[in-house]
């Protein structure tokens, strides 16, 4: 099993919270942690609508901000339950590490939709897979799963905000004219794919670098055909 390691910027903020929130929720013992995995999902694609919404209208934004939250709250507690209920298994650990790029896609696709930019969204979907790609490998070989100092609690704090800011627009508060909705998810859509991709290709580079000098002695095996 990878250690974990965050670089993350908010995390040391948020991580003294965890446990307190997850007494706080009173989550029945006999509950799955697959099922709140699942739960945080299926929140992540309401939020996804809201995103699809958020420049035409103003509650499209308030779905962006309480989807995102409640996905990262989900995300928060589902490893935590599993500890404390001796629930831990590999199966529930894939499935999240394999839904949260998923979400992410999934919000890419709603702003895309929001702002017609198709193509930026085609871009930006790759460019998440590629991170889950380089990350999974990554952790494989050095044995270290590695968040970044800017990583998932960061972009979807960002998120949220975005989707509070578009929500005030869209509904006019304190004169914010709601004709800027629309330019604002198309310039905030191309910075972020391209600061994406950006960011993308120095920790290729970097991962390149660090398996290289830390990780595990290379496969020299061939390949093992069975029947």
């Not at 193509?119 to 494989?140: D, E, Q």
């Not at 070989?141 to 100092?149: H, S």
Request: aromatic share 10%; net charge neutral; hydrophobic share 50%.
């Amino acid at each position: 099993m990878s250690k974990r390691i965050s670089h993350s910027l908010l995390d040391p903020l948020i991580t003294p919270a965890v446990k307190p929130l997850y007494r706080l929720l009173h989550i029945p013992r006999w509950i799955p942690p697959e099922a709140i995995v699942v739960t945080g999902h299926l929140v992540a694609v309401v939020a996804a609508f809201g995103f699809a919404y958020s420049t035409s209208k103003w509650w499209g934004g308030l779905l962006v901000a309480a989807g995102v939250i409640g996905n990262h709250l989900a995300d928060m507690v589902d490893g935590t339950h599993a500890r404390t209920t001796n629930q831990c298994r590999n199966g529930g650990e894939l499935l999240d590490h394999f839904t949260d790029p998923l979400s992410f896609c999934y919000w890419i696709l709603g702003m895309a939709i929001s702002c017609d930019q198709v193509w930026f969204g085609v871009a930006g979907i790759l460019g998440i897979y590629a991170t889950a790609v380089l990350t999974n490998i990554r952790a494989k070989m050095t044995g270290e799963f590695t968040l970044a100092t800017l990583g998932p609690t960061e972009f979807k704090c960002l998120l949220a905000v975005y989707g509070l800011v578009l929500a005030g627009m869209c509904s006019g508060i304190a004169g914010l004219d709601p004709a800027w909705a629309t330019p604002m998810a198309t310039w905030f859509l191309r910075t972020l794919v391209v600061l994406g991709i950006a960011g993308l290709a120095v920790n290729l580079v970097r991962s390149v670098i660090v398996v290289n000098k830390v990780g595990s002695a290379p496969d020299t095996s061939d390949w093992e055909i069975r029947k």
